[in-house]
C-alpha cells in the first residue's frame, strides 16, 4: 500500500510503520548533537506509531526525555517526552517524506551551520573516483523497504 510510511535502523532489526507526520525539525541542543554523533539532528514528530520489527533499546537522555536507538547497530531512532514520539528523518524509508520547516535550539547552532550548503563539492575526476570506489562496495545495511 502506497500511503505506508515505514522505516527501521541500519541493520534491519529494528522496523515501524507510522500513519501520519507532523512537523520535521532540525534540533542544535547539545544533546541531539552527541546522540546524532553530529551538528544537529533532522526529527519528524509521529501520529500513531507501530514498531513492526524487534524493539528500541531506551536512554534517558535527561529526567524528562529519553533517546530509542537499535542496541544492534546504534542507529538513532526516536526522540520521546511527555507522550510525544518523534523519528529520526534519516531512520524513515523514504526520508523525503519530513523535510524540515523548523529548527529548534538556534542558540546551540555550531557555527559552521550557516555555511554547508557553500561548501565546494569536489573536482568532477575525484567524484569519478568517489562514485566507482561506492560502486564496488558491498552494503549490508538494510534496504529502504520491509522484507
Known amino acids: 500500500m502506497a ?3 515505514t522505516g527501521g535502523c541500519q541493520c534491519g532489526a529494528v522496523r515501524f510503520e507510522i500513519d501520519r ?7 542544535h541542543c547539545r544533546m541531539c548533537q552527541k546522540a546524532f554523533g553530529n551538528l544537529f539532528a533532522t526529527l519528524v514528530h509521529v501520529e500513531d506509531i507501530t514498531w513492526t520489527r524487534g524493539e528500541r533499546a531506551i536512554f534517558h537522555s ?3 526525555n529519553w533517546r530509542g536507538f537499535c542496541k ?3 542507529t538513532p531512532l526516536t526522540y520521546e517526552f511527555d507522550g510525544h514520539v518523534e523519528i529520526a528523518v534519516g531512520a524513515l ?4 517524506l519530513a523535510a ?3 529548527q529548534v535550539n538556534a542558540q546551540f547552532q555550531r557555527r559552521c551551520f550557516s555555511e554547508l550548503g557553500a561548501l565546494p563539492v569536489k573536482p568532477a575526476d ?3 573516483k568517489d562514485a566507482e ?7 549490508h545495511q538494510h534496504p529502504d523497504h520491509d522484507t
Request: hydrophobic share 30%; proline share 6%; net charge negative.
Open 93 to 96: 524509508d523514504n526520508p523525503n
Open 72 to 74: 544492534d547497530c546504534g
Open 126 to 128: 575525484q567524484q569519478a
Open 62 to 64: 535527561s529526567d524528562t
Open 21 to 27: 507526520l507532523g512537523t520535521a525539525s532540525i534540533c
Open 133 to 139: 570506489w561506492n560502486a564496488s562496495v558491498v552494503s
Open 100 to 102: 524540515p520547516t523548523v
Open 3 to 5: 500511503d505506508r510510511i
